[in-house]
């Protein structure tokens, strides 16, 4: 979070309004600058935090595949909960993932004072760079493609499975109309 600093008073004497409009520009400008550059270092500290933490993960699963054969009657990995939590951990690092190449593929973009306002043509760039930005480009639009992929998978499953429990339900009450069905015609023959 940003340290809010103080208000301090500043009293430049100014020979004419045009000078007076410049000065506060720039100091507007400056004030900007400022809060752009404290955004920067709180999204550095959560790059750092992040950077560990992909580390530490790392770092478990390269001891779990380490000691693998060692866990096979574990029966924490025979739960059926296990699979499910390390498929929501997956898709929630490989959304992280995704946003983080999209932000920094568009933030090149974007109109900074630094950066170029036109998306720059590859033949225009240096050979690496060019290189370098159609690569980034093709590993976002593979990144959404396979993030697209595997969500339309899913939707697919479940449309698979409520298709399923339709047909059970129908099932059931088709039985339970035709049990009904005979109970009535049974129970009509014994009264008469």
Same mark, same amino acid.
């Given at each position: ?15 004419? +309004? ?23 270092? $709180? ?28 866990? *096979? ?21 490989? $959304?992280?993932?995704?946003? *983080?190449?999209?932000?920094? +593929? ?7 004072? $630094? ?22 480009? *093709? ?7 396979? *993030? ?45």
């Amino acid at each position: 979070m940003p340290l809010q600093s103080g208000y301090t008073l500043l009293i430049i004497p100014l020979h004419s +309004s045009l000078e007076a409009t410049s000065f506060f520009l720039w100091l507007k400008r400056m004030k900007e600058l400022e809060q752009q550059r404290d955004v920067l270092w $709180h999204g550095l500290e959560m790059v750092d935090r992040a950077r560990d933490w992909y580390h530490q993960e790392i770092h478990g699963v390269d001891q779990r595949l380490r000691h693998g054969s060692e866990g *096979l009657g574990d029966n924490d990995y025979a739960s059926n909960s296990r699979p499910n939590r390390v498929s929501l951990l997956q898709d929630k690092i490989q $959304h992280v993932n995704y946003c *983080l190449c999209d932000f920094i +593929s568009n933030a090149e973009r974007m109109l900074l004072p $630094h950066h170029r306002t036109a998306q720059p043509d590859a033949e225009h760039l240096p050979r690496g760079k060019g290189r370098r930005f159609q690569q980034r480009t *093709l590993d976002s639009l593979k990144q959404q493609n396979y *993030l697209l992929t595997k969500e339309v998978s899913k939707k697919s499953q479940w449309i698979t499975q409520l298709e399923q429990e339709k047909a059970v339900l129908i099932k059931q009450l088709l039985e339970a109309q035709f049990e009904g069905h005979a109970q009535s015609s049974w129970s009509r023959s014994i009264f008469v």
